[in-house]
């Protein structure tokens, strides 16, 4: 991994942080909090082992009557330890749901409200598929990091502090020879991990591939049958197959081998302390035997947290990736709006000047303010579009209209259909502002429509789009798209309008059939 | 179901019978550890030589490194086996789609076949590692821990037991509980990425109607809804770990009393009550991975089953064999021919229609929408078979051909038509492979479309981005047409395959097909009347039925609706655009 990948990692992962702690502050302390309290319970647990054995076992050795009392009460102690430690696993974990699932739910909402702010060149030019596999995949990862990795994370560095801290008080020699062990497990994950991490980005860029091909495929599914092209596809498919199940194995290879390989190592390092160990013990005779059992027990412990680590390090990882796309779409500049034209309600009044009034008169005006001289002046809404000398490419080096001059007045809509296939789309791009031209102007009703506020302009356009799209929900709710405050009879009869009333009846339920994603269950015209 | 899966892991059978092998191995290998730890504690204890402790301390670091080399043995299998399964699946799937017909896609829908082919595989992918590695280490491990539990002492062998049993049915409990309350999580998950999907695609008319607030106030009403589903079914799940603390407590505890008053009565060694704590570890560790690879399993099974739907499906459509594998020519019969879609067999879309086209006739096709227009002209190339009567080309009845040289000779261009990456070039050759610079130019030139090709900086070489994305809808179909006009066909159908392009070159197609292809039979389905008011008969569909046939003028003199349409559409100047 490259180091100014690893420094991107850091901010991201930090932001993330800031972003969970924004929220759940209070939350995350209280967290934290229990983890320290179950996990010092789990290392306290451990420390007793060596009183059970030196103070409560070996001086009553073959007594005929020995006194348990002691030991009893030391069980009742250890016991109200463990299962306080117990509690506070539980709290985590419960406070922790809220945390996260809040946490995601804020994630999603912000993606989505974000989304819906940005222009139209964003999905323009990014790959559909792209943008659900941050909803899916980025966030699911999301999930799993924070109500898993990241308390898992603290509790093992907890763990490892506490764990050395003993381990230092028990035996300073034992614990240099577990700090080497530990680094040489460190370091075995470390080789194995960036091996497995680099071969996760290959599987992930494989997997995109192949489903990018597969959706591309079954949407045109039909076409391949028409056209007898099977054969060919299967080979182009197994390609890409095969790529992925390449890559596929050697990530999980590397994967599946880390707990293995982390696990028998700490028996190796328990191995080598017990001999160690040992040795102190009959020849130094500095150490008894009870000290010994619990060193060795807190070797253990110490081991096992760090094949946590190295555990969630991969998923982190992968989580941190998502989260960088997350933020990406997050950060995407907005759709900027610098119109302040308005549309308002208006009527005119006596002198026959158009006023605006609060209520739906049916009359529409632009609310025109004038910094210059500090006037607001009415103009009434005709619908009259005016292309003065437009210059305009998708790209900047590719200029798709050049000085194009269109006048369309109110319920003109030749101009725009008679135009070239090519021109169109761009054009109803360009009045709904979608896309900013480049040079010249578009004027409506005689205003620059870079002065009117995008909302109301679209408000007023209610343009018919070139590909038609329905949304989930009854067939009323999706006429209703173009006013949401429509009356079932207006509806009705802007069904009739468009020729579509006759077929709406036919449907199951009228107006009240639901409809499917993009309108699926209608046939191509009906839309 | 499991057989129709299983049976496509394939080459990769050896990989998945040896990694349980090597599991077990290193299994064994785990729990005789334990033995040497207490052996060592024993003789450390004891202060006998030294040599003994070193001796199975070596003994102990080999076993650790046979364990070490089998685990990683076992996990170089089962990636390989598992990786190797899932492409297989997914390969197994892929040859099966390509079998299906209309009706077998429309069941399955694309966005279900692609579904399928992706997550579904990625679930079964998982399980089968997980199983093939944790469900045989867990109870391998859980069973031999007991029996050396029980060498050590029964007595502990029975605490353990007890304890088993309650957790497994507390664990059991909880996931039983949380179970259903997580699969409606991700049924609400699905809608919510529905959601997202219909915004991602329809951003334009969101935008273009102002409703982006509104779209948003409903997504965070769904995405409240998967909260607080999430969150009631985590409140169970979340009780898993301390139950599981909870247990491997209360057996420390237990085990430290008892075991403390048989040391001190001399049945038991420090080292055996050492590695009992071990094994308590192992044991407890052992449960609840069975348990977690349980609810995955079970999660899974619904993909595995979706994955074995597709590859249980039989295509409906068969070529006969030998069929007969030349088109004489283009006529068209349909003789009281009936038909009625394989998802709503009650309903006859088509019924009882009879009609003769000659060879090289030009057929406009006209019809209110739902009319069966579409479901008429996929007869011809036997996308879907008619439920009653014949329907022949060329004098021949359609089963009895081949199928591929019946859709050789019988092009169509689709309604939803698709264009693909790869280059303009490499998408036209899609209607013949081999396809020279001069055929493919002449296709271009009457379909209308070398024109606006040759002004893109590359020309022919023109990369097409996913589904055509980066040229117009008109240029789209414009580009459909040349491809199925490079077949060579003796019947084009034209479904609906205009309707983005101005009327002016919609003429200059039109005279380009007559002057140009006189002998192909050509099947026009529109929904304006200038793009067929030329044809040498048009017919008029509406409900399942053909209402009437004639040419333009006969029609418009007989056929009341024709006239009704025809004057509908020329008050609105020839534009229908908006009346779609």
């Known amino acids: 991994m490259k180091a100014g990948n690893k420094k991107n990692m850091g901010a991201t992962l930090k932001r993330l942080i800031a972003y969970v702690l924004k929220k759940y502050k209070r939350q995350c302390l209280l967290v934290a909090l229990c983890i320290l309290v179950s996990t010092a319970a789990n290392i306290g647990g451990t420390l007793f082992m060596r009183n059970l054995i030196d103070d409560y076992i070996l001086p009553f050795v073959n007594q005929a009557r020995p006194d348990l009392a002691p030991l009893l009460r030391a069980l009742l102690v250890m016991a109200a330890v463990y299962y306080t430690g117990v509690f506070c696993t539980w709290a985590y974990n419960f406070i922790m749901i809220y945390v996260s699932q809040g946490m995601l739910k804020t994630v999603r909402d912000d993606l989505f409200h974000h989304m819906e702010r940005l222009p139209v060149r964003y999905f323009d030019t990014k790959s559909h598929g792209d943008i659900m596999s941050i909803y899916t995949n980025d966030t699911d990862t999301l999930r799993q990091v924070i109500s898993q990795s990241m308390p898992q994370m603290l509790s093992a560095v907890i763990?490892?502090?506490?764990?050395?801290?003993?381990?230092?008080?028990?035996?300073?020699?034992?614990?240099?020879?577990?700090?080497?062990?530990?680094?040489?497990?460190?370091?075995?994950?470390?080789?194995?991990?960036?091996?497995?991490?680099?071969?996760?980005?290959?599987?992930?860029?494989?997997?995109?591939?192949?489903?990018?091909?597969?959706?591309?495929?079954?949407?045109?599914?039909?076409?391949v049958k028409v056209f007898c092209h099977e054969k060919a596809c299967v080979q182009d498919f197994k390609e890409l197959n095969g790529k992925l199940r390449e890559s596929a194995n050697n990530a999980n290879r590397y994967a599946s081998?880390?707990?293995?390989?982390?696990?028998?190592?700490?028996?190796?390092?328990?191995?080598?302390?017990?001999?160690?160990?040992?040795?102190?013990?009959?020849?130094?005779?500095?150490?008894?035997?009870?000290?010994?059992?619990?060193?060795?027990?807190?070797?253990?412990?110490?081991?096992?947290?760090?094949?946590?680590?190295?555990?969630?390090?991969?998923?982190?990882?992968?989580a941190i990736a998502g989260a960088e796309r997350i933020f990406g779409l997050l950060d995407e500049e907005p759709e900027q709006d610098g119109g302040y034209v308005k549309l308002v309600n208006a009527r005119y009044d006596a002198q026959g000047n158009l006023t605006e009034v609060p209520e739906r008169t049916g009359i529409w005006a632009w609310k025109h303010y004038h910094k210059a001289d500090d006037t607001t002046t009415y103009q009434f809404m005709e619908g009259d579009v005016v292309f003065d000398h437009v210059d305009f490419g998708y790209t900047e080096d590719k200029e798709i209209l050049h000085d194009i001059e269109i006048f369309a007045r109110p319920g003109q809509k030749v101009a725009?259909?008679?135009?070239?296939?090519?021109?169109?789309?761009?054009?109803?791009?360009?009045?709904?502002?979608?896309?900013?031209?480049?040079?010249?102007?578009?004027?409506?009703?005689?205003?620059?429509?870079?002065?009117?506020?995008?909302?109301?302009?679209?408000?007023?356009?209610?343009?018919?789009?070139?590909?038609?799209?329905?949304?989930?929900?009854?067939?009323?709710?999706?006429?209703?798209?173009?006013?949401?405050?429509?009356?079932?009879?207006?509806?009705?009869?802007?069904?009739?309008?468009?020729?579509?009333?006759?077929?709406?009846m036919r449907l199951p339920d009228g107006y009240r059939t639901q409809l499917k994603g993009s309108g699926s269950s209608l046939s191509q015209g009906q839309r | 179901m499991f057989k129709t899966l299983l049976r496509q892991i394939g080459d990769y059978k050896k990989d998945a019978i040896l990694t349980p092998v090597f599991v077990v191995l290193e299994v064994i290998m785990e729990v005789i550890i334990p033995i040497m730890m207490a052996a060592i504690i024993d003789y450390g204890l004891s202060g006998q030589s030294m040599g003994r402790v070193a001796a199975i301390g070596l003994a102990m670091i080999g076993a650790a490194m046979l364990a070490l080399w089998f685990g990683v043995e076992s996990g170089r299998t089962a990636s390989s086996a598992s990786s190797g399964f899932a492409m297989n699946l997914r390969q197994a799937m892929y040859e099966r789609i390509q079998t299906f017909s209309f009706s077998n896609i429309d069941k399955f829908s694309t966005a279900g076949l692609v579904t399928r082919m992706t997550t579904d595989?990625?679930?079964?992918?998982?399980?089968?590692?997980?199983?093939?590695?944790?469900?045989?280490?867990?109870?391998?491990?859980?069973?031999?821990?007991?029996?050396?539990?029980?060498?050590?002492?029964?007595?502990?062998?029975?605490?353990?037991?007890?304890v088993i049993v309650c957790l497994t049915a507390v664990l059991a409990l909880i996931s039983s509980r949380a179970n259903p309350t997580l699969r409606r999580v991700f049924h609400e998950y699905d809608e919510l990425n529905a959601r997202v999907q219909e915004n991602v695609n329809g951003m334009r008319v969101v935008k273009s109607f102002v409703r982006e607030e509104y779209e948003t106030r409903r997504f965070e009403k769904e995405s409240e809804k998967i909260r607080s589903l999430f969150v009631s079914a985590e409140k169970l799940l979340a009780l898993n770990s301390p139950v599981m603390q909870f247990s491997m407590y209360s057996c420390i505890l237990l085990i430290s009393w008892m075991g403390a008053k048989m040391i001190i009565a001399g049945s038991l060694t420090e080292g055996q009550l050492m590695s009992m704590f071990t094994y308590v570890i192992n044991i407890l560790m052992s449960l609840m991975m069975v348990s977690m690879t349980f609810v995955m399993l079970i999660m899974s099974r619904a993909s595995g089953?979706?994955?074995?739907?597709?590859?249980?499906?039989?295509?409906?459509?068969?070529?006969?064999?030998?069929?007969?594998?030349?088109?004489?020519?283009?006529?068209?019969?349909?003789?009281?021919?009936?038909?009625a879609y394989p998802s709503n067999p009650g309903k006859e879309v088509l019924n009882d229609l009879t009609i003769h086209i000659r060879p090289g006739e030009t057929i406009g096709i006209l019809g209110g929408t739902g009319s069966a227009k579409s479901s008429f002209a996929a007869l011809i190339p036997r996308l879907y078979d008619a439920t009653r009567g014949e329907v022949r080309v060329g004098g021949i009845p359609v089963k009895d051909y081949d199928m591929a040289s019946l859709r050789d000779n019988v092009a169509m261009v689709l309604q939803k038509n698709v264009l693909f990456s790869g280059t303009i070039k490499e998408n036209l050759r899609w209607g013949k492979e081999d396809a020279t610079d001069e055929e493919i130019v002449r296709a271009c030139r009457l379909a209308q479309a070398d024109e606006f090709i040759r002004d893109f900086p590359a020309g022919y070489d023109t990369r097409m981005e996913r589904g055509g994305a980066n040229v117009s809808g008109g240029q789209k179909q414009r580009l459909c047409i040349a491809r199925a006009l490079l077949k060579k066909p003796k019947i084009l159908i034209l479904d609906d395959s205009t309707s983005a392009v101005d009327t002016k070159t919609d003429a200059l197609i039109r005279r380009a097909f007559r002057e140009e292809i006189p002998d192909t039979t050509k099947i026009i389905i529109a929904q304006r009347i200038s793009s067929i008011q030329d044809a040498d008969r048009i017919l008029v569909f509406d409900n399942g039925r053909m209402e009437a046939a004639g040419t333009h003028e006969e029609l418009l003199g007989s056929c009341p609706v024709y006239r009704e349409i025809y004057e509908s559409q020329t008050k609105e100047g020839g534009d229908d655009e908006s009346g779609k």
Do not use: W
């Not at chain 1, 296939?421 to 870079?450: M, S, W």
């Not at chain 2, 399980?127 to 050590?152: D, E, H, K, N, Y």
């Open chain 2, 121 to 162: 595989v990625m679930n079964v992918q998982q399980a089968f590692q997980m199983s093939m590695r944790i469900c045989v280490r867990a109870p391998i491990m859980l069973v031999s821990a007991m029996v050396m539990t029980f060498l050590i002492h029964p007595r502990f062998a029975l605490i353990f037991l007890i």
């Open chain 2, 305 to 339: 089953e979706r994955i074995a739907e597709v590859l249980a499906e039989e295509p409906d459509l068969y070529s006969v064999p030998h069929g007969i594998k030349e088109v004489p020519d283009g006529s068209i019969d349909f003789e009281q021919v009936g038909f």
């Open chain 1, 159 to 223: 763990t490892i502090a506490g764990v050395f801290v003993s381990m230092l008080v028990l035996s300073p020699p034992l614990t240099l020879i577990t700090v080497v062990m530990v680094i040489c497990m460190v370091f075995a994950t470390r080789t194995i991990s960036s091996k497995s991490g680099y071969y996760f980005v290959k599987q992930q860029t494989d997997v995109g591939n192949l489903n990018g091909y597969i959706e591309e495929m079954m949407e045109g599914q039909k076409v």
């Open chain 1, 257 to 318: 081998i880390l707990m293995p390989v982390l696990g028998n190592l700490g028996y190796v390092s328990y191995a080598v302390i017990a001999m160690v160990g040992a040795y102190l013990s009959i020849l130094g005779g500095q150490m008894t035997l009870g000290t010994l059992a619990s060193f060795l027990q807190f070797s253990r412990s110490f081991n096992q947290p760090i094949s946590q680590l190295s555990q969630q390090l991969n998923s982190i990882i992968m």
């Open chain 1, 416 to 504: 725009f259909v008679g135009a070239t296939g090519a021109g169109k789309t761009t054009i109803t791009n360009l009045i709904n502002r979608f896309y900013d031209v480049q040079d010249g102007k578009i004027r409506y009703d005689g205003i620059n429509i870079n002065k009117i506020k995008k909302d109301d302009l679209r408000h007023s356009l209610g343009l018919v789009l070139q590909d038609t799209h329905l949304f989930t929900g009854t067939v009323m709710d999706n006429i209703r798209y173009g006013k949401l405050d429509a009356a079932e009879e207006e509806v009705v009869r802007a069904a009739k309008l468009a020729n579509a009333h006759d077929f709406i």
